[in-house]
């Protein structure tokens, strides 16, 4: 059917990135990391160079397209030349090894509007890729009030395979909350996750997933994504069995929202920036090897006492 567009109907299994502190790397580290290279030298040598020409649908090389190789870490597009070739080595932009994806091409040319996805060919023979018009998703992102959210950031990904891909440019809502996600191949699935300071996405965690099909050249929209105003917190204590106050305890709050921050010294802690209403918690010693039970507790408390136990 022309224009169909399927909303929510895949189940993924996702785990929520988290922000954390990076020390400096020590000897034994670089060490590892280098162990790490050689064992997946092999793995990366097996993908070959994407190689091919881009052309529009009256056969003309396309100048100027911007080619990405996905699944991959690759930061910057590369772009054709007046005879549309592009060759992309990628073996170094690490793909995921464990899902063992098929590697495949995202075109876009933002200016003439046009865009397609291919497969890259196993052997390493160039492939010949048609670009058609591009598709456009407009939607909203709302706070609980169903009133827009100026600045929210959008993270937009491409689903093919096994790995979702991140679309790269930085999109964001206007002051009505609305956004636009432009030029992107028709015939594949995208998922759009909306993110906004001071809120969290509780309620609604995974967006929107939808899959696009025989939509060239069309503006399709898709629907709100809310997020939820995040001014509650949780505050207490994390203990040992004897009852002294643990320093240094990683404390952990999910369900409402996540946050996770660290004691005092003494054994003090307080998590901000969470959804109101029912939160779970736990608490991990500094040397991970106490951890308490996972408490059911309400945000807006501040009496919360975590009990860590080392476990036999």
Request: aromatic fraction near 6%.
């Given at each position: 059917m022309?224009g169909?567009i399927?909303?929510?109907?895949?189940?993924?299994?996702?785990?929520?990135?988290?922000?954390?502190?990076?020390?400096?790397?020590?000897?034994?580290a670089?060490l590892?990391?280098?162990?790490?290279l050689?064992?997946?030298?092999?793995?990366?040598?097996k993908?070959?160079p994407?190689?091919?020409?881009?052309?529009d649908?009256?056969?003309?090389p396309?100048?100027?397209?911007?080619v990405?190789?996905?699944?991959?870490?690759q930061l910057?597009?590369?772009k054709?030349?007046?005879?549309g070739?592009?060759?992309i080595?990628?073996s170094?932009?690490?793909?995921?090894?464990?899902?063992?994806?098929t590697?495949?091409?995202?075109v876009?040319?933002f200016?003439?509007?046009?865009?397609?996805?291919?497969?890259?060919?196993?052997s390493g023979?160039p492939?010949?890729?048609?670009?058609?018009?591009?598709?456009?998703?407009?939607?909203?992102?709302?706070?609980?009030?169903?009133?827009?959210?100026?600045?929210?950031?959008?993270?937009?990904?491409?689903?093919r395979?096994?790995?979702?891909?991140?679309?790269?440019e930085?999109?964001?809502?206007?002051a009505d909350?609305?956004?636009?996600?432009?030029?992107?191949?028709?015939?594949?699935w995208y998922w759009?996750?909306?993110?906004?300071?001071?809120?969290?996405?509780?309620?609604d965690?995974?967006?929107?997933?939808?899959?696009?099909?025989?939509?060239?050249g069309?503006r399709?929209?898709?629907?709100?994504?809310?997020?939820?105003?995040?001014d509650?917190?949780?505050?207490?204590v994390?203990?040992?069995?004897?009852?002294?106050p643990?320093?240094d305890?990683?404390?952990?709050?999910?369900?409402?929202?996540?946050?996770?921050?660290?004691?005092?010294?003494?054994?003090?802690?307080?998590?901000?920036g969470?959804?109101?209403?029912?939160?779970?918690?736990?608490a991990?010693?500094?040397?991970?090897?106490?951890?308490?039970?996972?408490?059911?507790?309400?945000t807006?408390?501040?009496?919360?006492?975590?009990?860590v136990?080392?476990r036999q």
């Open positions: 022309a169909q399927a909303l929510g109907t895949m189940s993924w299994e996702l785990t929520r990135r988290r922000r954390v502190s990076l020390p400096v790397p020590s000897v034994a670089v590892v990391g280098c162990v790490l050689v064992a997946l030298g092999p793995w990366a040598a993908f070959p994407a190689r091919g020409t881009l052309v649908e009256a056969g003309k396309v100048e100027g397209a911007e990405s190789v996905a699944p991959t870490h910057t597009p590369s054709t030349g007046p005879d070739e592009f060759d080595d990628y170094n932009s690490f793909l995921v090894p464990q899902a063992q994806p590697p495949y091409v995202v876009r040319h200016e003439r509007n046009i865009a397609a996805v291919a497969t890259i060919n196993s023979k492939i010949k890729v048609r670009l058609t018009k591009a598709v456009t998703l407009v939607g909203r992102v709302t706070g609980p009030d169903g009133k827009g959210l100026t600045a929210a950031r959008l993270r937009v990904y491409i689903w395979d096994v790995t979702p891909w991140d679309v790269p930085q999109i964001l809502t206007d909350g609305r956004y636009k996600v432009k030029t992107i191949p028709d015939g594949c759009i996750r909306a993110f906004a300071e001071g809120y969290d996405n509780a309620t965690p995974d967006g929107v997933k939808i899959q696009v099909s025989n939509s060239a069309k399709l929209s898709v629907r709100d994504i809310r997020l939820d105003l995040a509650a917190w949780v505050s207490g994390v203990i040992d069995q004897n009852g002294k643990v320093a305890a990683y404390v952990e709050a999910c369900d409402s929202g996540n946050g996770r921050t660290r004691t005092d010294k003494e054994g003090k802690f307080r998590i901000e969470l959804v109101k209403g029912r939160i779970n918690l736990y991990v010693s500094p040397d991970g090897m106490a951890r308490s039970d996972t408490l059911e507790s309400s807006g408390k501040d009496d919360i006492t975590l009990v136990k080392r």
